[in-house]
């Protein structure tokens, strides 16, 4: 049970922004939004996380709903290294000692030249 | 810096026959420590879980086990391989106690069962 939505694949040209969107509709108020992205026969990536407000790091923003409901992972510039397969996932604050990751099937990307 | 190692890349094994996946974690101590799984044309699951030494959690019933007899040391097995147990594994770590951080993988093995 990933508690995620994503399409599964997306199109994008080299160069143009990437907007991966992702429904989480039943995500609760202390849940976390991350993303990953796996690039073929390669483990996971880390991209960038968010509970409320959007965030921004080196490699992508992150737009989160106002009712967090959904989200949208954005590529500004992308290149075609950034083909891959993005996974949104809504991760419980633990608090804790215990972390677990869900992953849904996610979305593969293909950045094309 | 933390680095994970995990070995070997790939693995062909025949059917029956014992597994033994080795994952280690360096640059960091008690790490919470993780094995997934990645059958082909489906996405990660979780298979096992640990917080500490000896202490092992299993996500899902299967035919592998997993321990940890170091702090940074997490291995994979099984007795005897099923054509099922194909796949490809992969091991993470993630900083125990914070509220939110993120999970680094290692590169995987490919296994196939013949």
């Known amino acids: 049970d990933a508690k995620t939505t994503q399409p599964p694949s997306m199109d994008c040209a080299e160069g143009r922004a990437a907007n991966l969107p992702c429904n989480h509709s039943?995500?609760?108020?202390?849940?976390?939004v991350y993303w990953y992205r796996q690039i073929h026969s390669q483990g996971p990536q880390y991209i960038i996380h968010?509970?409320?407000n959007n965030e921004t790091n080196e490699m992508a923003s992150l737009i989160i709903t106002e009712d967090r409901k959904s989200s949208t992972l954005i590529l500004p510039h992308a290149t075609l290294r950034d083909t891959a397969v993005y996974y949104c996932?809504?991760?419980?604050?633990?608090?804790?000692?215990?972390?677990?990751?869900?992953f849904g099937k996610g979305t593969l990307l293909t950045v094309n030249p | 810096s933390q680095t994970i190692h995990q070995w070997p890349a790939t693995l062909v094994q025949p059917v029956g026959s014992p597994l033994s996946l080795e994952c280690t974690v360096e640059?960091?101590?008690?790490?919470?420590l993780y094995w997934y799984r990645q059958a082909a044309g489906r996405g990660l699951q979780l298979l096992f879980y640990?917080?500490?030494?000896?202490?092992i959690s299993s996500e899902v019933p299967q035919n592998l086990s997993a321990s940890r007899p170091q702090d940074r040391q997490f291995i994979l097995s099984s007795k005897k391989l099923l054509l099922s147990d194909s796949g490809f594994y992969l091991c993470?770590?993630?900083?125990?106690?914070?509220?939110?951080?993120?999970?680094?993988f290692g590169q995987g093995t490919r296994l196939t069962v013949v």
């Open positions: 993470a770590w993630s900083v125990k106690g914070q509220l939110n951080t993120e999970a680094f």
């Open positions: 039943t995500i609760s108020g202390n849940e976390y």
């Open positions: 968010g509970l409320k």
């Open positions: 996932i809504v991760r419980p604050r633990s608090g804790g000692s215990n972390y677990k990751l869900t």
């Open positions: 640059g960091t101590s008690n790490p919470n």
């Open positions: 640990s917080v500490g030494i000896g202490q």
